[in-house]
């Protein structure tokens, strides 16, 4: 019998990754702009699914105003880029503080249980809304632009956009994926499973949540603000919109919650259906719907539930494997 | 099934002329590359009113335009792919993006903040000449975050059409035709246009001996207007003036109504809601008597370079397609083609971005919304354009209950005004 954690599978992902994120970061040596900006989004989205993944699937904490993070992120990066501080470096900053926000917030939003968690976050998302409507800078509904980047020339602030998007979403990756293999991550999955059991074997929920809580936020600001540089328009009621919510349900649910992988092949779906269907227009939101829900009926685990569940394949190791010399068995 | 029966002479013939206008297209296209125009609007959603009549403009403009445009002495087919925002910004900067990847040489965008901000930055940040109309500069400029007294931050985004200060003229000079007390209660919410009416506006008519009664800005999408509706009755205000968007408007009205504001009021003049019929019908009686303010009537003096129609012409053809009223959104959605298509005429080389964008900086020329000219705006990327004092009232004939006529044309003297503003209560 012998226990591990890579798998052959496993090691040839992490090697095809490399690579494609390699091919990714020279993409815009020989791309399109439409294709950059394109791949921009995409990466954006993969962030918005990790990230909610990494609260509903992993911590049991199922929020329905995520876009709290969103809109906040952006409107700290319009903040900050018009007391004159460069607009990268102040989407950065900006998600840190949303960052330390979120640690504030955590302080009484995780003693919430399930549905009040859910609805919890949705107020908070629009009491934030509200107020960021009352900035003067921000006029009210109709918003502002991040017109600082204007100042980079057309070409130039595209790829560096695209490299932001592209750092932002490895660097957020790699940073869930390291915090899930460490002690907390294990105790994180215990309290999404049982809290009472988990905080008798020892495990501190709320020092736990309280971690992964605060990693959503930032990782969501980032999105947000890396979204306002793609598009420079902000629209409160754009940001603050309970959508961004549905998208990433949508991408989780049909990816597979709480499963790494099933968060990017969320994102990877929506994407495409997004590219293909949208101009369907009010058609487009029906089949999202109507998907998600077929999903969560039949396929509960999403869709690399179902091919994990069939192929034994993990590509992303996370959890540890017992395997017997007579026939092969897994545990995870 | 019937079955077609063809000699081979018409086969013959339908085959010839099949190929010469397949050859006509190819001659057209060989000459010089298609020129490719975007066009973005809200045809769905809740901005919906000011997208309705855009299918059966473009079709217009289409029409006019089937022979292509000379530019230069070359001659070039031109295409218009539109695209309709669904009344949602995010939706509208995904759009634009695309049409800019569709390698489009012009971008047009028209009607509100929610669709032409969006727009307009997208083009700004790829580089392509953008030109957009109907929603006060103000918003356009300094909503997009351009500082007063500083350099344009815009190099590829070009406005035009009225601002505040042709507001304040307009408003002045219409409510001075009926007499009241100059109390003049006002609803601005927190947006763009309610803080920069607020800021500006408010100041200019109290300088006019105007007194404002204002009860604060009120949230969009507010419900319960009490507070405001009785601090106007105590304060006796017999003016009102309202920058909300429609569903709030008919809220605050029909609350008015019930608690007996409307009794006293002489002048209720609206922005931004009663510009189209349809809304103003929903209103059922109260919208009778109403003050509003017209961006385009069909009573301008002006014809349009690109289909050669008049507004009388323009408007009689809306009704006569669709069975409905005329709305001011024809001539104003038609006067931005007129623009677009006369920069391209304009520019040296319709193609490069640079001599395009160039031509609509100097741009001066006569549309059927009336002369737009950006080499005298108020701020650099803006060309200043009319709003005239209008009403609605009692259809004296014809299949529609409202009229919508001219009270006042402050704002372009050229204009024929057919009504003196009648006070609400009548």
Redesign the interface.
Known sequence: MTIHRWTWQSKLTFALAAVVLLLLALVPGFA???VI?RLTVLFIYVILAAMWNALAGYGGLVSIGNQLFFGLGAYMTIRLA?AGINPFAAMALGAGIVAGLSWLLSLFMLHLRAGEFAIGMWVLASIAH?CV??D?LI?????????S??AYA?DA??VLIFWAALIGMVGLLALLFAVLRTPSGLAMQAIRDNEEAADSVGVNPMRTKRLFFVLAGFGTAVAGALWLAQ???F?P??YF?VQWTAYMIFMVLVGGLGRFEGAILGALIFFAAETWF?DT?VWYLVGLGAVAMLFSLFLPKGLWGWVETRTHISLMPLGYRVQFDTQSEQGR | MTEIKMNRRQFSGILASSTLLLSARGALADDAGAIRIGFVSPRTGPLAGFGKTDGYVLEQVRAALSGGIEVAGKTYAVEILDRDTQSDPARAAQLAKELINEGIDLMLAVSTPEVINPVSDACEAAGVPCLSTVMPWEAWYFGRGAKPGEPSPFKWTYHFGFGVGEIFKTYSSTWSQIETNKKVGVMYPNDADGNAVRAVLAPQLEAAGYTIIDPGAYETGTTDYSTQIALFKAEGVEIINSFPIPPDFAAFWRQAAQQGLTRQVKIMQTAKTGLFPSEMEAMGSLAEGMASAAYWHRDFPYTSPVTGQTGHELAAGWEATSGEQWTQQLGATLSLLDAGIEALRAASDPHSKEALRDAIATLNVETIGGQVDFTSGPVPNVASGPILGSQWVKAKDGPFDLDYVLVNNATDPNVPITAELTPYNE
Do not use: F, M
Request: without cysteine; glycine residues 16%.
């Open positions: 399109s702009g439409g900006e018009d509200l409507n009352l003067p006029q009210g509904e109709t918003g502002t632009s991040l017109i980047l204007n057309i602030r595209r598009v420079s328009a629209q009621k754009t919109s949208a227009g």
